[in-house]
């Protein structure tokens, strides 16, 4: 069986370095159709069917840039077997909000803490169990520039793929957008495979036009929708798209201050 993983992660969080460590030289380059944005691929060093997909480096999988159209296409319409999701272990908390995007998605996740070696010298300690814990998905460390953990890192993804192994959808929102997203999620539900309806909920909430179109909505399911989210609106005294940002902060933030301890910070990893 044929095995593909998806690369994703922030700029700069060391992707091409992984890359380039799991693939060796026999990469394939190119562009996404109809854009020019490079497109990298290759199979694993070692092997004949497991294949790497780097995808564009993107803070989010929000719509605005054409990066994050390129990735969150791929990962909804292609649905690879894994996500092998990197992110700079020396700035967990901007990292994690792609992440928490990631594991709305239904489909496999295992996260690299990449740039170790920068985390052990600046004397930083990442709870790397609590944050497996926390987040529901495989955690481990690896640094990319050095080959440390890679292997292991990539042996995982393979693991997960294999098993399906999907974590629990976090458990971000509050009891307002929780009530909206089921709202939706059940006006939703006869269009779109089961595992990825919290995704789509969460971007009909925050009326992502590219998502209404490409759901196909009827002006009359629109018009069901749209009331559900006013009145969040209303309750919560901001615009959806911010309530959701806002909220997965806060959700991380709690994270971060249960599995990560900087060096000199007066603060205890809390339990
Ligand atoms: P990308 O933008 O995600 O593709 O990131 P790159 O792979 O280009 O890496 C960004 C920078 O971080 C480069 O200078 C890399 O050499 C460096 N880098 C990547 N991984 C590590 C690591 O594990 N440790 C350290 N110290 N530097 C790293
Ligand atoms: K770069
Ligand atoms: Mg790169």
């Known amino acids: 069986m044929e095995i593909k993983i998806a690369l994703a992660g922030n700029p700069n969080s060391g992707k091409t370095t992984l890359f380039n460590n799991l693939t060796g030289s026999r990469q394939r380059v190119g ?21 790497i997909q780097d995808l564009p480096g993107i803070y989010s999988l929000s719509p605005y840039s054409l990066e994050e159209v390129v990735s969150r296409n791929y990962l909804v319409n292609e649905k690879p077997d894994a996500i092998l999701n990197i ?22 996740v295992v996260v690299a ?78 269009q779109i495979d089961d595992s990825m309806v919290r995704w789509y909920s969460v971007k009909v909430f925050e009326r992502d036009e590219r998502i209404d179109e490409f759901l196909k909505l009827t002006d009359e399911k629109k018009a069901k929708i749209e009331p559900i989210i006013k009145k969040v609106e209303e309750i919560l005294d901001d615009d959806a798209e911010s309530i959701i940002t806002s909220q997965r902060y806060d959700y991380i933030g709690t994270i971060v201050q249960h599995s990560v301890k900087k060096k000199g910070s007066k603060h205890e990893l809390s339990v």
């Open 31 to 51: 562009n996404w159709p109809g854009v020019t944005v490079e497109k990298k691929e290759g199979p694993l060093k070692g092997t004949n069917d497991v294949t």
């Open 87 to 108: 992110i700079d272990g020396t700035n967990i908390e901007r990292n994690l909000y792609l992440t928490t995007q990631l594991l709305e998605l239904g489909i496999p």
């Open 113 to 190: 803490v990449n740039m170790i070696d920068l985390v052990e010298r600046n004397g930083d300690k990442i709870d790397l169990n609590r944050l497996s814990q926390e987040l529901g998905c495989p955690v481990m460390a690896v640094s990319a520039l050095k080959g440390k953990g890679t292997k292991e890192v990539v042996a995982k993804a393979i693991e997960v793929a294999k098993k399906h192994q999907v974590a629990p959808i976090p458990e971000i929102y509050d009891k307002t957008v929780m009530s909206a997203l089921s709202k939706i999620e059940s006006a939703l539900q006869m």
